[in-house]
């Protein structure tokens, strides 16, 4: 377990997250500049914060309250970041012997030859970085890390550089690998499909601070802000008046009157709906639809095409053309296909009350 609770100012940038990472994988996720890479270097000893804590279980790598900064040499951390940086006038396992200076001659050529087969690269022992593919050369970085045994493996969006197959390849042996060494990793990225194909939990982080975590279902699923909503690829996202609370409850939004299924908040509430593009349904009729509730006319005004599924963009009937009345639809091409959409204006859709989640401002 690995808990950070630290404020750090670089220039006018302050970074400030508070966050527990147990074994397992844990992503930091978020924008470019919201403090990532910060993150994971005052972690690592080559970033001194102001105030706070950084704690590896019981034992302190930075507490400023006892004046105590460890330095990177002697916390157990391995670092792995997007370029493998191997030394290229050594081998592959020489490489990965450089992780652990510290042990005997046998003893680091045991663990080096464990550790390349354990992911599939044994034969590569004595060739050299140059002659390696890309892929290779990020397993044989990532056995130097794993090579001391850390208490925490700090990645910073390692598979960035690869092909999406081999990064695809890669992630799946690093959940192997986290389950079979029982690890505590700490992860960087930038790509929502990559955050949630890869870690157990999601730690959305914006502006120096983490805004939510949690398993990463429960982050996809229910976001607790606007915000955090919009960063997790929630392209609808709307304002409203909690109204009509002994109905079972309803939100007035800038498309209509919406019925949710869960409305803890009291009347005349002001809160934010984030509804999943993919969850919305289009029917050429109202009687289309078996529930009657949440469906509107609707035109369509744009749609692209991803290949595999088709982005819809329509506008609420009876709503001003400004895009406070537009919904984002998300469909796979098959449907696209059997509903004929291909540019037929006139619609209307079926939002499912389980699809719009509620959160307070």
């Known amino acids: 377990m690995i808990v950070l609770a630290f404020e750090a100012a670089i220039g006018d940038f302050e970074l400030a997250p508070k966050l527990e990472v147990p074994s397992g994988i844990t992503v930091l996720f978020g924008p470019s500049g919201s403090g ?12 001194r914060p102001d105030s706070g804590q950084i704690l590896a279980g019981d034992t302190p790598f930075f507490d400023s309250s006892m004046n105590l900064h460890v330095p990177p040499y002697e916390r157990r951390i391995g670092y792995l970041v997007q370029e493998h940086a191997l030394f290229p006038h050594l081998t592959v396992g020489d490489n990965v012997a450089y992780g652990v200076p510290d042990l005997p001659r046998d003893a680091r050529k045991e663990r080096t030859r464990q550790l390349l087969g354990s992911l ?7 060739r050299r970085p140059v002659e390696i593919s890309g892929g290779q050369a990020q397993r ?29 390849t890669l992630r799946r042996e690093l959940r192997r690998l ?12 930038h790509d929502l499909n990559e955050a949630c194909q890869v870690g157990d939990r999601i730690a959305v982080m914006d502006s120096g601070r983490v805004l939510q975590v949690d398993a990463r279902e429960e982050v996809a699923r229910r976001p ?4 955090v909503a919009a960063l ?31 409305l803890l908040e009291l009347e005349g509430t002001q809160v934010d709906l984030a509804i999943r593009a993919d969850r919305i349904v289009l029917g050429r009729g109202s009687s289309f639809f078996e529930d009657r509730s949440n469906v509107f006319e609707v035109k369509l005004v744009e749609e692209s095409d991803l290949g595999v599924s088709r982005i819809l963009h329509v506008r609420v009937c009876g709503t001003d ?12 091409d098959d449907r696209y296909k059997q509903l004929d959409v291909n540019g037929r204006r006139d619609w209307y859709m079926h939002i499912p009350s389980e699809a719009i989640h509620v959160m307070a401002l």
Request: hydrophobic letters at 45%; aromatic letters at 2%; glycine letters at 10%.
């Open 36 to 47: 990532k890479t910060l993150t994971l270097e005052a972690v690592a000893g080559l970033l």
């Open 120 to 126: 599939g690269i044994g034969e590569l022992v004595d």
């Open 140 to 168: 044989v970085a990532l056995a130097r890390a794993l090579a001391r045994e850390p208490e925490v493996l700090l990645l910073d969006e390692p598979f960035a550089a690869l092909d999406a197959a081999t990064a695809g």
């Open 178 to 189: 986290t389950q079979e060494l029982n690890l505590t990793v700490l992860l960087v990225t």
């Open 224 to 227: 607790h802000s606007a915000r």
């Open 232 to 262: 997790l690829g929630y392209s609808n996202v709307l304002r409203g008046k909690i109204t009509n609370v002994n109905k079972g409850g309803q939100v007035q939004t800038s498309i209509g009157l919406l019925s949710v299924s869960e």
């Open 321 to 332: 053309t400004s895009r406070m009345g537009h919904v984002e639809i998300q469909m796979a």
